[in-house]
């Protein structure tokens, strides 16, 4: 009887080694074991506010222009930013811990206390109130004249105190610093007549920088420092010439993902998801009350930074629909081509999407191009197959859509929640081949319904074009990539095998039971 535990006890040892063999060798490793790791968890609401902003300084700069400074308060969850108030009057919101108050009368005193909010609207109370007073408009001074292409101006060139251009492939920063507070402008342009445009500061500072961007790389472009005295002088400070640099990155990055806008207060809250791309690096979002804003200057500034939420405060105090088009962009200066969500305020009705007669859209699915890494996704029918790890290029053909189109808009949504969509701008290429959208990795596996919409100027509906896209996670095992469904088959197969190992084993107990 011995002798029979025996050789069943070898038997499921040898039985425990093949299995565990076989579960090494074809289970992929999906994800890396940490030693450690931390979870945040939030049980219940947050109805904490955060701390009280202390310290807060205010500095009168110039007759029009007074700097606040504070220290920054904490959260028990997510500090999102604090609120400015100058005469018990809200007049900023800002995630930084200074605010520059422009647009002044001299010689006048103003009450200021800042308050912190967190990511769910609890306010704090309010800081300490200080009071300073604005100075009087001073004598203005003496300066020398030049001549330069504009006529006769002052000459403020013992004003500039350093100054360093750093070129970009599509703009440059100018960094520079002056004597005393001036509010600088910087021109710029091909020529020295400044053809493209000025950039104006709207406050007094001693330390300035100023971001041109738009510029077309490896060109040289001429630029003029220029500034205002606090008395009001205006004169030329320097002038010089800046290459920018050659192309190397011309790749768009993904757009965000989640874009959402609700109602809050008197205003908007957007929140949305940043894409992936390694170079990222920020988002500038726009608003109209027209339609979604086509390009980064469409429309009134709401944000722009590398964070995941704004507040479009005042957007809610008059009825009507609000587009917003949130722009992102990389280091290179690379712009996707636009997500956009709307939101209606009030009881204004739904703007008019009638079909045109004009100009029929002769547009099918089969017309639409999908790119993963730089290959065609093949389309068959109103199907398409895409990697969900990566980033999909969504491309149609210039020539298949109108002329007088005003936009194309993308709509995904999630076949297992409806509720859940996203919307995206095509914009044309360059070279005005395509209308193209990059989109960040969808990250999971299923089904996703997409519709695109093709407007005209007259932001009237020319037809839509319906199609699926179907989503299949990619796993990475060394140098080869297992899909989400080669995965799962891999496992149950597995899982089989396990199965007839244990047959084996109860087979083998009964062999020996019998021999005993």
């Known amino acids: 009887m011995q002798s029979a535990h025996g050789r069943l006890s070898l038997f499921v040892a040898l039985v425990l080694c093949v299995a565990t063999l076989v579960f090494a060798t074809f289970v992929p490793p999906t994800h890396a ?9 939030m049980v219940g609401a947050d109805t ?23 220290d920054a308060s904490t959260d028990d969850w997510l500090l999102s930013g604090y609120h400015v108030w100058r005469d018990d009057i809200l007049i900023a919101t800002t995630t930084a811990i200074t605010y520059v108050d422009t647009g002044l009368t001299a010689s006048t005193t103003y009450r200021y206390y800042v308050t912190a909010f967190d990511s769910v609207f609890n306010e704090s109370a309010s800081s300490t109130e200080v009071s300073t007073t604005t100075p009087s408009v001073p004598e203005p ?3 020398e004249e030049i001549r330069t292409t504009y006529g006769t101006r002052l000459s403020l060139g013992k004003q500039l105190v350093s100054l360093e251009v750093v070129p970009g492939q599509y703009g440059a920063v100018l960094r520079y610093t002056t ?10 342009g091909e020529s020295v007549t400044y053809e493209i445009g000025s950039l104006r500061e709207q406050a007094f500072l001693r330390i300035h920088e100023t971001s041109i961007m738009g510029l077309k790389p490896n060109t040289e472009y001429s630029f003029s420092v220029e500034g205002e005295l606090i008395s009001g002088r205006y004169g030329v400070m320097h002038t010089g010439n800046f290459m920018t640099l050659p192309v190397d990155d011309v790749f768009a990055p993904g757009n965000v993902m989640n874009l959402e806008a609700e109602e809050s207060g008197d205003g908007v809250v957007l929140t949305w998801e940043n894409p992936n ?14 339609f979604y804003p086509t390009d980064t200057a469409d429309g009134w500034l709401v944000y722009e930074g590398d964070g995941e939420a704004a507040y479009d405060k005042g957007a809610a105090l008059r009825d009507g629909w609000r587009y917003y088009t949130v722009f992102a962009y990389d280091t290179q200066g690379n712009i996707s081509s636009g997500a956009v969500t709307a939101i209606l305020i009030g009881d204004a009705p739904p703007p008019e999407t009638e079909t045109s007669t004009t100009t029929p859209l002769v547009l099918t699915f089969l017309d639409i191009q999908f790119f993963q890494e730089g290959d065609r996704i093949a389309s068959q029918s109103e199907h398409a197959l895409i990697d969900g790890s990566k980033q999909l290029t969504v491309s149609v053909p210039y020539d298949a859509v109108p002329e007088h189109l005003k936009t194309i808009i993308l709509e995904v949504r999630d076949s297992a929640d409806p509720s859940r969509r996203a919307q995206f701008l095509l914009r044309v290429d360059t070279a005005h081949t395509a209308y193209t959208a990059t989109l960040a990795p969808f990250g999971i596996a299923g089904e996703f319904p997409v519709t695109l919409t093709v407007y005209d100027f007259a932001t009237r509906d020319l037809g839509q074009v319906y199609g699926m896209l179907d989503s299949r996670i990619t796993f990475t095992e060394g140098f080869d990539e297992v899909t989400f469904f080669e995965y799962v088959i891999r496992t149950a197969y597995l899982v089989l095998f396990l199965a007839l190992l244990a047959l084996l084993v109860f087979l083998g107990r009964r062999l020996l039971r019998t021999g005993s």
């Open 33 to 41: 074991i940490l030693d450690t790791f931390t979870v945040q968890t």
């Open 48 to 70: 904490t506010p955060p701390s009280i902003p202390t310290n807060l300084v205010a500095t009168p700069i110039a007759p029009t222009q007074i700097d606040l400074a504070w």
């Open 141 to 143: 001074p003496d300066e």
């Open 179 to 188: 004597r005393d507070a001036i509010r600088g402008v910087v021109r710029y």
């Open 277 to 290: 791309d390694a170079d990222f690096d920020h988002v500038r979002i726009l608003r109209s009350d027209r």
